[in-house]
């Protein structure tokens, strides 16, 4: 019996509703005692009565299991979903004498286009392979090409390498041989020149002889015209000149010893003259320190009546030093409208007169007589 199980919009494990149907060829079984179950449960029954049966029970199984599979796997893999159902079934339908022949999904589809976009990406999914192989292959083909390239460049540089080596073999033969020529002919011309310098040689040593020859017999006459000049200048210039020099010397020697006595005598003079000198030096240094010697003694004999003396033997030099910058001042005009007041600071002046002189000598000139009366210092 052919039977073709059909299971409409049946929810799989992601929740798509699809539409399955397969086809299942099924026989009752042979055996004694599963024929007899058969016959206990199909007895009286036609043949659509037992189809539908088996059909029911077919498509129960095949619901229960579309629920626990994805789309992808029912419909990617039609063989392994049939042999589940083959699987899942044949127990049940054998417990009522029916063997499963075979089993397999006839179609598979929906409604809301599921499968065509799992179609469209499959082929998105294939085109894109394809376009990859495509790639690969042209990048292989790019590749086997640049390797065909690079070895025919490498047999190009290969061939041009024995080229060029063969070239510069041929360059490197030929400069040998151009340089063993010129060597060869290099030594035949220095052989030419140095047998012609030779020749030369012999000809310039030649005359070098006759010249010789000439110059000794040149030789001959000067030292024989020198002998005869030699005994001319002798005879007129040498003994003339012999007596003048002389002549010349002895008055040379008189003037050198009158120089020399010249000499001593002012020599002497001026050893005269500096003892006098000396002398004269000497006393008046011995009297000037006797003067000093009484001078002092009278100074200490006295004490402070010479210091007093001596300090106003140097008063009117101090006041000339000290008023000579006045000397170049032609007028000083004193500003003041009261006599009585230049009187008094002439006064007052005169006053201070001690104070500096003692300041500058250490001589008190208040403590004389004279002097208190002429500036009123009182002591």
């Known amino acids: 019996m052919t039977l073709q199980p059909r ?18 060829q099924v026989k009752i079984m042979t055996e004694k005692e ?13 043949v659509q009565d037992i ?9 129960g199984h095949l619901r229960s299991i579309l629920g626990t599979l994805t789309v992808e796997q029912i419909y990617q893999d039609r063989d392994q979903f049939a042999k589940l159902v083959r699987e899942v079934a044949a127990p049940d339908v054998g417990r009522m004498g029916i063997e499963i022949l075979s089993f397999t999904i006839k179609d598979v589809y929906d409604k809301v286009d599921y499968l065509s976009s799992l179609g469209k990406t499959q082929t998105a999914v294939v085109q894109r392979d394809a376009d990859i192989g495509v790639a690969e292959a042209e990048r292989d083909a790019g590749i086997r090409e640049a390797e065909c390239k690079r070895e025919m460049l490498d047999v190009k540089f290969m061939a041009d390498t024995k080229i060029a080596d063969s070239k510069r073999a041929f360059e490197l033969q030929k400069s040998a041989f151009s340089e063993e020529v010129n060597i060869k002919t290099a030594e035949a011309q220095l052989a030419y020149e140095l047998q012609g ?9 030649e005359e070098i002889e006759i010249e010789v020859v000439q110059r000794k017999k040149q030789i001959a006459v000067e030292a024989q015209e020198i002998l005869r000049t030699d005994k001319e200048l002798i ?20 003037e050198k010893v009158k120089q020399v006595l010249l000499a001593q005598a002012e020599a002497e003079k001026i050893r005269k003259i500096g003892e006098a000198d000396a002398a004269v030096i000497e006393a008046m ?39 000579s910058p006045l000397t170049k001042v032609d007028e000083i005009v004193v500003l003041s409208g009261d006599n009585s ?6 006064n007052r002046l005169l006053a201070e007169l001690p104070a500096s002189v003692h300041a500058l000598t250490g001589v008190d000139l208040s403590k004389i007589p004279l002097i208190k009366k002429a500036t009123g210092v009182q002591v």
């Not at 599963?34 to 036609?46: D, H, I, R, S």
């Open 235 to 254: 005879a007129t210039v040498r003994r003339p000149a012999e007596a003048e020099a002389h002549r010349i010397q002895q008055i040379a020697e008189g």
């Open 34 to 46: 599963l024929l007899a179950v058969a016959c206990e449960q199909f007895l009286g029954k036609n």
């Open 51 to 59: 189809k539908n049966v088996v059909l029911q029970t077919l498509e």
């Open 285 to 323: 240094g011995k009297a000037e320190a006797e003067r000093m010697k009484l001078k002092a003694e009278a100074y200490q004999k006295y004490g402070d009546a010479a210091k007093m003396a001596l300090v106003l033997e140097a008063l009117p030099q101090i006041a000339a030093k000290i008023a």
């Open 197 to 205: 310098a030779r020749e030369q040689q012999k000809i310039r040593q």
């Open 341 to 346: 007041k230049v009187t008094s600071e002439v």
């Open 7 to 24: 299971c409409e919009d049946v929810e799989t494990a992601e929740g798509v509703a699809l539409t399955v149907t397969g086809v299942a």
